[in-house]
């Protein structure tokens, strides 16, 4: 798998899980204050982690999503030295 695929796939992925959240509020109404003031910090904290070079859930590496990932699409990806060598 090389980059554009993995691209295409992360596009989808948290593409539908934007449907999904966008249904979930086209149900259930807006977010209350409380709810949106919580997605501003988690993302202003994701791209802080991004930027410093953080793992994006303190405390716990980022190879749980990545593995979660795998799993689920039931990928094959070859290790980034592979890749690069």
């Known amino acids: 798998m090389d980059f554009a ?4 796939l992360l596009t989808e992925h948290f593409g539908q899980r934007l449907i999904k959240a966008r249904a979930e509020m086209d149900k259930n109404g807006r977010l209350n204050s409380g709810d949106q003031a919580a997605h ?5 904290f994701a791209q802080e982690a991004l930027l410093e ?3 994006l859930t303190p405390g716990e590496p980022d190879d749980r999503w990545v593995a979660a990932l795998i ?15």
């Open 5 to 8: 695929q993995i691209r295409a």
């Open 40 to 44: 501003l910090n988690s993302a202003h």
């Open 53 to 55: 070079g953080w793992t």
């Open 71 to 85: 799993e689920r699409y039931d990928l094959s990806i070859q290790s980034l030295r592979e890749l690069a060598g």
